[in-house]
């Protein structure tokens, strides 16, 4: 039943009279929120002037960000999930004297009907796809988010539907919180939040604990979660290029031992971020700073001395750690069967270590994923010219030319059926004199025996 109208400007000036026609429920929306209504807009005369359910869809915009007009930033926060409403929204609120020709004449006031349909939090998720969102329920004090190897000082209230499931405050490294038992959804949200930040926080299980559920703390498989989620304090991760080399090494190393307990448990997709991290923070940023020279000092001839060596020995420990951090990224993608950029890591680690046996063996098996038997046998040559002795090698070689063999036994076969099942009918006698000229579709014995020579068991090399 229709109301009496209300003033929901924040000044309070009669700019936008709200009067409800349908009442909504739940809560309302807050600045920032993705929302999606449907609307009709009209002139005082009545016109038409524009409408979402003539176009069949949804409009959707993020409330309260200057996406829309004055009236509709400010009255829209005050509708529930359900409500449908009258917004009467005067020049200064809508078009002002600019207007929106040809359509809406300057200093125009226009009316809305406005059906609330849902809204939602800012979405979290980097595919897009809305499985984790923040709603802000107490504006932050700090300026800055936590990056991801800042560590984080946080705490919730986490339900599933009506059942409070777990109340907890912990401390921990950004972007290893399994190792804390925190949820990907939690650490998502973080990355968006600053200090002292509270938000509500919709996680679906894809984000939270899948299908498993959590016996420990009642979460039932397939489980979509809500947090009360608040940013206590985190002390910030540095930047690469506030790093030391030797902090830069450290700082490998760790996350080579996070990626490495990953790649145990089997989350190759964690494994991965961890190893591409190494690489990135090891990359060369420019030129360092050379030290002065003074050739009439001995004491200083003898620091350079040393300062040179211990360069060398930590330029060594770089390249190893890179070359690991390529190698364990292209064991990962063979994991998850992706041969391309398996062999794209390779051919990362074999630019710094030309001759790195596990980069040859690791491109061959990528070959392997996509069939190309020829190629993956080339690769597995290519270490057999630094290792002649490797057995494994060998050993795919001749897997290659066995399945190569095979392939191509199939596509004659494949290719021969399609003429058998060719029916053309000739007269007898035609067809004799005709098989004297046609060319002979019988398997080539020739070809087989060639095979047959390349699938042995010795390879020379």
Not at 352 to 374: C, F, H, M
Request: aromatic residues 8%; hydrophobic residues 30%; charged residues 30%.
């Amino acid at each position: 039943m229709s109301q009496g109208p209300v003033d929901v400007s924040h000044a309070q000036d009669g700019g936008i009279m709200k009067n409800i026609l349908e009442e909504g429920s739940g809560d309302c929306p807050v600045s920032g929120n993705e929302v999606e209504v449907h609307y009709t807009g009209r002139l005082l005369d009545g016109k038409v002037f524009d409408s979402s359910k003539t176009r069949g869809e949804f409009f959707k915009f993020k409330v309260g960000t200057g996406q829309v007009i004055k009236g509709w930033d400010q009255g829209i926060l005050t509708m529930k999930r359900g409500e449908v409403c009258l917004l009467h929204c005067k020049p200064e609120y809508a078009y002002g004297s600019a207007g929106s020709p040809p359509t809406i004449a300057p200093n125009q006031t226009l009316e809305f009907e406005v059906e609330m349909h849902d809204f939602f939090g800012e979405d979290c998720t980097d595919d897009g796809s809305g499985g984790v969102r923040l709603t802000t329920t107490k504006e932050p004090t700090g300026l800055a988010c936590p990056r991801e190897g800042s560590t984080v000082t946080v705490s919730w209230v986490m339900h599933h539907m009506d059942r409070e499931l777990e109340k907890r405050s912990v401390t921990f490294v950004l972007g290893d919180g399994s190792e804390s038992d925190v949820v990907p959804g939690v650490e998502m949200a973080l990355l968006k939040m600053k200090k002292g930040q509270a938000a509500k926080l919709r996680v679906k299980a894809f984000y939270a604990y899948h299908n498993q559920g959590n016996a420990d703390l009642a979460v039932p498989g397939g489980a979509d979660l809500e947090y009360q989620l608040t940013l206590d304090d985190f002390e910030q991760a540095k930047y690469k290029y506030e790093m030391s080399k030797e902090e830069k090494i450290d700082f490998a190393e760790s996350a080579k031992e996070m990626g490495t307990l990953y790649f145990k448990r089997g989350d190759y997709h964690s494994a991965l971020k961890k190893y591409a991290v190494i690489t990135e923070y090891l990359e060369e940023d420019g030129d360092e700073e050379n030290m002065s020279e003074d050739s009439d000092n001995e004491k200083i001839e003898e620091v350079e001395d040393k300062v040179e060596d211990k360069k060398d020995e930590s330029d060594d420990k770089v390249k190893q750690l890179q070359v690991a951090a390529y190698l364990n990224q292209g064991l990962c993608h063979l994991k998850m069967k992706s041969g391309l950029e398996a062999c794209t890591a390779c051919d990362k680690a074999l630019s710094i270590d030309p001759t790195n046996v596990k980069a040859l063996y690791r491109k061959g098996q990528a070959a392997e994923l996509g069939q190309d038997w020829s190629t993956a046998e080339q690769h597995y040559r290519s270490l057999l010219k630094v290792d002649a002795s490797n057995a494994l090698a060998r050993k795919q070689i001749v897997i290659c030319r066995n399945n190569l063999k095979t392939f191509k036994e199939q596509e004659k076969k494949k290719y021969a059926g399609m003429f058998n099942r060719t029916n053309f009918k000739e007269p007898e006698i035609k067809a004799k004199e005709e098989n004297k000229t046609r060319p002979d579709f019988s398997d080539d014995e020739g070809d087989d025996e060639s095979l047959a020579s390349e699938g042995g068991e010795e390879v020379n090399v």
